[in-house]
Each structure stands twice: as structure tokens, then as C-alpha cells.
């Protein structure tokens, strides 16, 4: 318990919009969300879970074209291609758990899994490429690359699309018509 509120405490001293800060508040929602689809059902089941699924599905887009090519040079290259990775595995089965009903059995079983590998993701994130980047960028430039990292997010799809996860280049050229096409799925659907 004391990790979490040291953890929050130094995110809380970055300033506002710092990429650092920005990922670091979003995975912190995204434990969030994940324990809110545990502790609920039915329909508050479903509404955590597309909160979720929409989060994870902007947030990971946002990674892979900001975070990821500055990752790549100030981490390596292998730990860049390895969160990639991890992303690309955790769109497939989120795409899966979207097609099955929140309260199956078979639902449950992949919800934990996607739970512990988008949680170790985090993870390795976080002490892995973050030190790095911070390391390496000044925090005005951190924050800037937050402002692009939101604008981003902001016209990133909001399903997962397994085909573009995990490559900077496709969320690039698909992800505004994907987006769209969410957008307008979401409205119609809600």
C-alpha cells in the first residue's frame, strides 16, 4: 500500500499533461475499471467493461505512437518490439471478450487473463521504458509529447483492432477511418 501512494505522490509532482503523468494516472483507471468488471454484474458488468475496453483501446494506440518510437531509442529497440508485442496478444483477446456475454464462463476465464497480462504490461512499462524516456527527455519535451499523446488518444479507436495492434505504422494509416467507424458504432449502439 505504501508503493501505491509513494507511486502516486511522484506522478501528482510531474506536471499537468506530462507524458509520464498522463500514462501513469491511465493505468492507474485501467486498475480501476479492471477491479469495477470483477465487483459487478449484469449491466454495470457490461458499462465497466466497454469503459474499459474503450480505455484500453485508446490508450494502447497512444502508446504505440508516441511512447514507442522514443521508447525504442531510449530503452532499445527490444523493449519497444516486446510492449508491442504484449499489446498486439492483449488487442486479440480483448477483441474475443468483446464478443462474449459479460457474465459467461468463458468471459470470466479470459477477463482474468487479459487482467494479469495487461497488469504485468503496465509493469514493465513502468520500470522499463518510463525511467528510460525521463532519463532521456527534458520535461518540457515530455510534455509536449503528452499533448500529442492525448491529441492522439483523441482520434484513436475506441474497439480493439487486432490487425493494426502493436505496429505504430497501421494505428497511423487505420486508426482515424477505425475510429470513425467506432465512433459511430458506439453512438448508434448507446
Known sequence: MAGAMQEQQRTEQLPENHLIRVLLLQHERVKELFGRVRGSSGDARQAAFDDLRELLAIHETGEEM???????????????DARNQEESEATHLLAELEKLDVGSPEFDEKFRTLEQDVLKHAQSEEQEEFPAVLATHDPIELQELGGKLLAAEAKAPTHPHPTAAGSPTAQKSMGPFAAMLDKARDKFKG
Open 66 to 80: 508516441v511512447l514507442r518510437p522514443i521508447s525504442a531509442k531510449a530503452a532499445g529497440q527490444g523493449v519497444a
